[in-house]
């Protein structure tokens, strides 16, 4: 049975450590800087590593291959919105009053991003929310929601509801703008800009990363289509969308835009 990345959280999630000659005291020890990712919709075998028939995934391969792979991870709900909470939270969706996808997160949650902002770390949402109540596709997030980003611990965020494809509007702390584009790379690229920003500033970073792709309606460009040309035009796109991701993936482990 394949069972959705978003039901299974398998969470891409790696920590950007610096390195030095002698590992420091624990006095001395710098916070690690955290990048959490996640897909949306994703098969747990449409990978390269899990032997996927026809679609490659090279970035996502190579952190199978170098990092810890968990094969038998679940998560605390089986789809979006649940999933989203208790990743945020730590506790079961249920308490967190997002019993289904659509269901806002309760306000008196604390949430990863609240704790660490509280202590010191500049905090980023990049991508799909969907913990603030609304159903249907992805649209920007208006300042004056009380269940937006912002609310929960992200001191930066560019952000819609739900799901979205190619050339996105996204909301930037509450301003609309228009981007062009596979929105899997439009979403990394801003997430790099927020993350050498912190860099330059020496301040700890927590990263979160969520990803549109590929929840349906599926919308490839042409070229991340053109391995798929004998599949019908629907597997296609959907393909073409993850071919998109895992590069997105691989510009991000690189840090470039």
Request: net charge negative; charged share 20%; with cysteine.
């Amino acid at each position: 049975m394949k069972i959705p990345i978003h039901a299974l959280a398998v969470i891409l999630g790696f920590a950007l450590l610096s390195c030095a000659d002698e590992a420091p005291s624990p006095e001395q020890a710098a916070p690690p800087n955290i990048i959490l990712v996640m897909a949306d919709d994703m098969g747990w075998g449409q990978t390269g590593y899990y032997n996927h028939p026809v679609l490659k995934t090279p970035n996502l391969d190579a952190m199978a291959a170098n990092g810890l792979r968990f094969d038998r991870f679940y998560a605390g709900a089986p789809n979006c919105s649940p999933t989203r909470a208790s990743v945020m939270t730590g506790r079961s969706n249920d308490r967190t009053g997002v019993e289904n996808h659509g269901f806002a997160l309760r306000r008196q949650e604390r949430t990863v991003a609240q704790a660490l902002r509280d202590a010191g770390y500049a905090t980023g949402h990049f991508g799909k929310w969907h913990l603030n109540g609304l159903r249907g596709p992805g649209v920007p997030i208006f300042a004056g929601d009380n269940h937006n980003p912002g609310e929960f611990g992200f001191e930066e965020w560019l952000s819609v509801t739900n799901f979205f494809d190619r050339n996105p509007i996204m909301s930037r702390n509450g301003q609309f703008e228009e981007f062009e584009g596979d929105s899997s790379e439009i979403i990394v690229a801003e997430a790099l800009e927020f993350i050498r920003k912190q860099t330059r500033a020496e301040r700890p970073f927590f990263t979160v990363i969520w990803y549109g792709t590929p929840h349906s309606p599926f919308v490839a460009a042409n070229e991340d289509k053109a391995a798929f040309l004998e599949l019908d035009e629907r597997s296609q796109h959907h393909y073409g969308e993850l071919v998109a991701m895992d590069r997105s993936i691989g510009a991000l482990r690189h840090g470039r835009r």
